[in-house]
């Protein structure tokens, strides 16, 4: 299986992301990301064997980090992988704990976390790169993943979730 920890939008957040997309002009063979299919990567695992699966579902039940707000807030063109993003230029405190967490736990070495979502793939040409407003990202569960990419495009399925805790104001 093939299996990654990531964020999953809610319908607000991919509605916003689909209007962010729909501006965009895109050329050749470029293909555009189901909507339904927007998450943030936060820990990839890759490819594991079926045992593994309820190691890394302890892990996701057992690790503790507080809920955290983001934006994406620029469209980028990314050549090496050939993606048109949105990302966040900034990771907030609580992203960055989400992801140190889970990497550190899975035994990952931790390279830079780059937030974002991708909207579309095979994109060999930078289309015109507008400026955006923000979209707001109020992330209170984390989710463990599996890709299936037997398909023209992969398919996602949630297998477990988890909620993040509670913000605690600081007094």
């Excluded at 890759?46 to 892990?59: D, F, H, M, Y």
């Excluded at 469209?75 to 889970?102: M, S, T």
């Amino acid at each position: 299986m093939r299996l990654f920890f990531a964020l999953w939008p809610d319908a607000d957040v991919t509605r916003r992301l689909t209007q962010v997309a729909r501006q965009l002009k895109l050329e050749g063979r470029s293909r555009w990301v189901d909507p339904k299919n927007y998450h943030v990567t936060v820990a990839f695992v890759g490819e594991v064997p079926a045992t593994k699966l309820a190691v890394l579902q302890q892990i996701g039940r057992t690790l503790h980090a507080r809920r955290f707000t983001f934006s994406c807030d620029s469209i980028e063109f990314w050549r090496e992988p050939q993606v048109l993003v949105a990302a966040a230029r900034a990771a907030p405190p609580g992203l960055l704990d989400l992801w140190r967490k889970l990497n550190d736990a899975i035994g990952l070495p931790r390279e830079r976390l780059r937030a974002h979502v991708t909207l579309a793939r095979k994109v060999t040409q930078a289309p015109v790169l507008q400026a955006m407003s923000p979209v707001v990202w109020r992330a209170s569960t984390f989710s463990l993943i599996r890709s299936d990419t037997g398909g023209a495009e992969s398919a996602y399925t949630v297998l477990d979730t988890w909620s993040l805790l509670d913000e605690i104001e600081n007094p």
